[in-house]
């Protein structure tokens, strides 16, 4: 397909959950179904509107098998859609969405995506997707690889534990006027959860929801007074084995956003906005260097993950806030990026743009 | 306006042995760590991977050169663990490192044995800690321990990962502990069950009611709220008969199973019929729950004596 013969994508509308450390009231049906109310009145839609609906889900999270199917009811599957699922972040749900998209098998899209960290052991769940040969059986959990990736930097000078907390309290306060969040404003940074990493250097642990509806050509404009036109999309994964890897680079991420045209110079415009999927805040230093992005570009506005983390769903996030700071006209051209894996093994960036003001 | 039910609450266990089979590689790799010989492979590069795959990461090529490495190496990155969890390779507070053993030039993820965080540095050398019993698994490595030894380093060496008795497979367990809570609508329908009665919910869009409710309706994806007592009595709408007896069941066979429309539910549960004989059982035929004495849900349901219901009275609900 060649550039010009592509059709323009956007997303037209995004919400999510506010996000709390449990949902013990709700199942994950009745805690999704308030944010794709939300997107499907925002535009005006109906469930029977929409021309593809992908989400992104874990059921190991809350140990519920299945969990997806039981979540469409809340979309409204009778009669019969056209539907898809990725055990994965809902980034990558929103990837294949817009595949579905450009390829002109749609118009419209629901994306959604949720995580219910609370009736389990987040540490201990994730450590279930690592190699089962030579890692599962260790079960080095989430924070544990992320620290061991903290280290790596402050050894190769990249940042050190000052930094590392000031990317903590930048994020949680830049999330103190977000009505959303999970951590909102400042706090302490605590003692070692798995050193050099302490508890400020960790997102919280939570339920959470999202939700976003994505749009073609002039259905987008129909939609939405300013789309967020998604000018370039790209994932790419590296080696699962974390001893092959130079945990202090990601050459994946820098990867995707070659490819999704962040760096193009003929866009006439630099990226203003990044969200970037960070959980740890040693990441952020990671992903700073791997996209060269400089101190004129706003990271995290949203206060990012570090602020509100719900697994599955935080990644889909990033681009949802991008994409609701174009439609606010806060940007005009902004990189999102979603994560997935440990040490950040798998990495997606999306290039959102408005139309010139 | 009826108080809101306390949030139910239970511990659940997912728990599974997962059987894996070994490839040539990681087979010898395993069975190499049961006889304290530390193997990786090299790539077509030149680069030993310790611990070996099968597949170069970066060509793609297959690999089978094995060579044996030292059980000593250098420390490249680390971070001290205060609190180990369950399943991790020491009880006592350690670091977790990533190991570059003297020979391999990738690092192999492991503990590291120490007596606090100031007795750890990246650089510092370490040795392999085995383990007192070994089987052919990651863990056949207790852990790492600090090692300093004026000895020189040996250069990889050729292995034909030949080894009596190999291990060609790993059982590697997961148990994952949670607290389940059921959500409004289910946590709603079985504190009702617990008092021996059957509610569904109503949808405000096509007001049919759902039956174990779930929060949604499916047609409609608006959630469903207005609670509706349904049954106790039913209509079989389909039904089959057992014949196989399940391990653990002791329900004789034949027996039969059945979709039964509770009254004034817009859709089928499921539940075993009895109290007739099981080629007696038919569509239309009504009944009725029979509750054990502590049982927290219908044991079975058995003819209640009504005429049979009339077809067109449920074919919607098939």
Redesign the interface.
Known sequence: MTASARRDVAVVAFAQTDHTRRT???????ML?PV??AVLSETGLT?SDIGFTCSGSSD?L???PFSFT?A???????PPISESHVETDGAWALYEAWVKLLTGQADTALVYAYGKSS???V???LT?QLD??????????SV??A??????LI?AGHTDEPALAAIAARSRRDAAAHPHAQLRGARPQGD?V????RTGDCPPVGDGAAAVILAAGERARALCARPAWITGMDHRVE?H????RD?TDSPSTRLAAERSGAFDASAGRPVDTAELHAPFTAQEVVLRRALRLGDDVRVNPSGGALAANPVMAAGLIRLGEAAARIHRGASDRALAHATSGPCLQQNLVAVLEGDPR | MTAVPK?L?AP?V?EFP?T?S?GPV?SAF?TGLRERTLLGVRTEAGRV???P?EYD?ETAAELRDLVEVDATGTV???????EP?????LATPFA?V?V?LDGAD??????LDAPG?DAVR?GLRVRVRWAAERHG???DIACFEPYESTAPRTRPRPHDGRFDAPVTG?V?P?R????????????AYLHALAERRTVGERCPSCAKVYVPP??????????TTEQVEVGPRGTVTTFCIVNIKAKNLDIEVPYVYAHIALDGAALALHGRIAGIPYDQVRMGLRVEPVWSEDGRYPDHYRPSGEPDADYDTYKELL
């Open positions: 013990d009231e709700l199942s994950e049906v009745e179904m794709l109310h469930a190991y809350a140990g519920r039981m469409l009811d809340g979309v409204g599957a009778w009736p389990g052991s540490r201990d769940v279930r089962p040969y030579y890692l599962a059986p260790l079960w080095p959990d544990a690889l620290a061991l990736q903290a280290r790596a050894d070692y798995v050193a050099p990493l080696a084995s974390l001893g092959v945990l | 949030t609450r659940l997912v997962f894996r070994l990681q395993l991977l310790v611990p795959v990461p490249t990155t680390w971070a001290w663990n205060p969890r369950p399943g991790q390779p977790w990533l570059r990738t690092a192999l993820l492991h503990a965080p990246t698994a990651i863990t790993i590697a997961a994952l502990d949670y607290t389940y809570s059921p959500g409004r609508a289910q946590t779930r929060g949604a309706c499916p047609t409609c994806g608006v959630a």
